[in-house]
């Protein structure tokens, strides 16, 4: 998974680069954050080792922007004198972790395993947004009201449909998402529905 590292200070930027490498990870760097938001690829998973304290965005303004965009990248705050408060911001606004200046090897890579995973979790949701997207909306109403629990008589009762149509909208919902089974379908509906 891409590993990126974004902060203001050169000669910081250069030793997390250079951790790390030396803990076996190849990263890219950015010191500007509208370069990188700029050449960011939103479909991608990647973690990012973000800077709290910049001058033209900050690390929480990063933070927003990635979420608004629901990038799939994880984010490790990085502070040089975090506090408490700041660090319960970042986490409810997605962070995976909060680390000081400079940073721990082994703190470090604990936050890369959690973040690994998150940046996972936030690819599983973005691809079932796409695959969601695909449907025509009625599918997606089938699909819904699946979702709620309900039997294909339910649906065509409540859409004032046939339950053959149903079972077409439905057939061909499952086919574009991909999915072979009720579960699969169900986990479907719910990764895309952050």
Not at 4 to 14: F, N, S
Not at 149 to 160: E, F, P, W
Not at 163 to 191: D, F, G, I, Y
Request: hydrophobic letters at 50%; proline letters at 4%.
């Amino acid at each position: 998974m891409r590993i990126y590292v974004l902060d203001d200070d050169p000669q910081v930027l250069a030793a997390n680069a250079f951790l790390l490498k030396a803990m076996g990870h190849e990263s890219r760097c950015w010191s500007e954050p509208a370069a990188f938001l700029a050449e960011l690829d939103d479909a991608e998973p990647a973690v990012l080792l973000l800077d709290l304290a910049m001058p033209e965005l900050d690390g929480l303004a990063v933070l927003d922007i990635l979420n608004r965009r629901r990038s799939p990248v994880a984010v490790i705050l990085l502070t040089g004198h975090g506090d408490v408060p700041q660090a319960v911001t970042a986490m409810k606004r997605g962070a995976v972790d909060f680390l000081e200046k400079p940073v721990d090897a082994r703190r470090l890579a604990t936050a890369l395993a959690q973040a690994r995973a998150r940046a996972g979790e936030l690819e599983e949701r973005a691809r079932a947004r796409r695959q969601l997207a695909r449907l025509s909306a009625r599918e997606r109403e089938v699909v819904a009201l699946v979702a709620g629990g309900l039997t294909n008589k339910a649906i065509a009762d409540s859409l004032c449909l046939a339950v053959r149509t149903v079972e077409v909208h439905r057939a061909s919902a499952m086919s574009k998402l991909e999915v072979a089974n009720m579960a699969e379908l169900l986990r479907c509906w719910q990764q895309g529905q952050d």
